[in-house]
Structure formats: structure tokens, C-alpha cells
């Protein structure tokens, strides 16, 4: 069964998991990707939180996280930030258990509004985007790897 567990993003495990994104989306995308190891104090509660996502076999498969932006005009906002499930575990439904997971802990903060941005190329997390109530929104930071921006009302 699949489990969900918060860890510090500087965490062995979670370093991992995100060089393993980073290298995916380095791989994968046209240009140059400029990747982003984030510091240990943004992805800690209340400013944020980062669950890796463990597997049938309790190995870790997966990763995201939430970070507190400066409040937006609804009024407390967080940023979905490294979502990323291994190729071989897509399609189960744990991206959607993970998306829920983060926003469960953005509402437990108050907050009022999810952002996130994305590339074109990565289509199913567009899809995945769509299908759990984001909406297109104009651009809220010039992230150079971003091509798409996302905001959801909660």
C-alpha cells in the first residue's frame, strides 16, 4: 500500500528523489533547464511541507511539496513545488493522493489559493493539474522553465 510521509527536503532520501526529477526534467526538456535544490527552511511547517511517496514495497517512488508565497490578492497562498512520481509507478493514482495530501496541509495553514507553474512537455501532470480544479492563470514568477502556470481556489 502506498504511504505518504512528510521528511525534510535535505533529507538523504528526499536529495534523491530530487536529483532523480531534476535529472528527468533536465533529460527531457528542450534549452537548458536550470534546476533549483531548495533550501531545508522552505519546506518547513507552517511555511511548508515535502512528503515522499513510498510504494507496495515501502521504497520510496515519489515526491512533492508546498511552499508559503507572499499572500495574493484572495489572501494566503502556497506554491505545489517537485511533484514527481518514478515512470514505472504512473498511472495508480498516486500522484492524485499526493496532490490531495499537499493541499490537505495548505488548507490546515489557511491558505486560500494553490499555485504552481510547469512545462508544456509534461503533459500528464497537466492533466493531473486539470482534473483535481486548476485553472490557467496568468504567470506569477519568471521561472525560466515554466511555460504554463496554474491557481486553484480552495
Known amino acids: 500500500m502506498v504511504s505518504l510521509s512528510p521528511v525534510p527536503v535535505d ?4 536529495r534523491a528523489l530530487l536529483d ?4 528527468m526534467r533536465a533529460a527531457a526538456f528542450p534549452g537548458t533547464y ?17 512528503l515522499v511517496v513510498r510504494g ?5 517512488v515519489g515526491c512533492g511539496g508546498i511552499r508559503r508565497l507572499p ?20 498511472g495508480r493514482g498516486w500522484g492524485r493522493l499526493l496532490l490531495d495530501e499537499l493541499e490537505r496541509y495548505a488548507r490546515g495553514w489557511g491558505a486560500v489559493e494553490l499555485v504552481l ?3 508544456h512537455t509534461l503533459e500528464a501532470a497537466g492533466g ?17 522553465n515554466a511555460t504554463r502556470w496554474y491557481g486553484k481556489t480552495l
Not at 507496495?56 to 520510496?60: A, G, S
Open 128 to 144: 493531473l493539474y486539470a482534473s483535481s480544479g486548476f485553472v490557467t492563470i496568468e504567470p506569477y514568477n519568471d521561472n525560466p
Open 117 to 119: 507553474d510547469t512545462h
Open 20 to 23: 532523480e526529477y531534476v535529472a
Open 71 to 90: 499572500d495574493g490578492p484572495a489572501g494566503i497562498r502556497y506554491e505545489v513545488k517537485h511533484l514527481f512520481l518514478e515512470p514505472a509507478t504512473r
Open 34 to 50: 536550470t534546476p533549483a535544490h531548495p533550501p531545508r527552511a522552505m519546506f518547513e511547517p507552517p511555511n511548508g511541507v515535502f
Open 56 to 60: 507496495d514495497d515501502e521504497e520510496p
Open 11 to 14: 533529507d538523504p532520501v528526499a
